[in-house]
Every structure is written in structure tokens, then in C-alpha cells.
């Protein structure tokens, strides 16, 4: 096994430079460029969550006056 292993060179294990992170903002916008029915539908569910999470936490100034879903309330008889 020794032999074996003594008589390989040394570019058998050799590692890939690491991949250039460089040029992603442009990779992002090439991205949008390509796929603008992704990217505006993508925008729009966004803004609607945030729309949504802002009217609940930040725009509501009391508690809701009834439950939304309940027991109708009895009729009042004569």
C-alpha cells in the first residue's frame, strides 16, 4: 500500500482556486434583466407582506370591537 501511494504525484490532489465573488451586483441585475416577471411579481409579494405586517403591528390603535368568527348573538324577544 505504501508503494502504491508513494507513487502518485503531486498533482493528484490538487484544489481549484477558490471562485472570484467579484461582478455579484452585476450578476443581480443581469438576473432581473432576464427575468422581469420574477423579479416585479417577487417585488409586488413583498410589498404586500410588508403592507400587511405594518397595517397589524404599527397602524392598528385598539383591539378589534368583536371576534371575527362567534356565536350570533340571541334574539331579543317582545
Keep these: 500500500m505504501r508503494e502504491a501511494l508513494a507513487a502518485?504525484?503531486?498533482r493528484d490532489f490538487?484544489?481549484?482556486a477558490p471562485a472570484r465573488r467579484s461582478g455579484s451586483g452585476a450578476r443581480r441585475l443581469a438576473w432581473?434583466?432576464?427575468r422581469p416577471g420574477l423579479?416585479?411579481?417577487s417585488a409586488v409579494f413583498l410589498g404586500a407582506?410588508?403592507?400587511i405586517a405594518a397595517n397589524a403591528l404599527v397602524f392598528q390603535t385598539g383591539r378589534h370591537p368583536a371576534p371575527?368568527?362567534?356565536a350570533a348573538p340571541a334574539p331579543?324577544?317582545?
Design 49 to 51: 407582506a410588508t403592507a
Design 8 to 10: 502518485r504525484s503531486g
Design 76 to 78: 331579543v324577544l317582545p
Design 14 to 16: 490538487t484544489v481549484a
Design 32 to 34: 432581473l434583466w432576464r
Design 68 to 70: 371575527l368568527f362567534g
Design 39 to 41: 423579479a416585479f411579481g
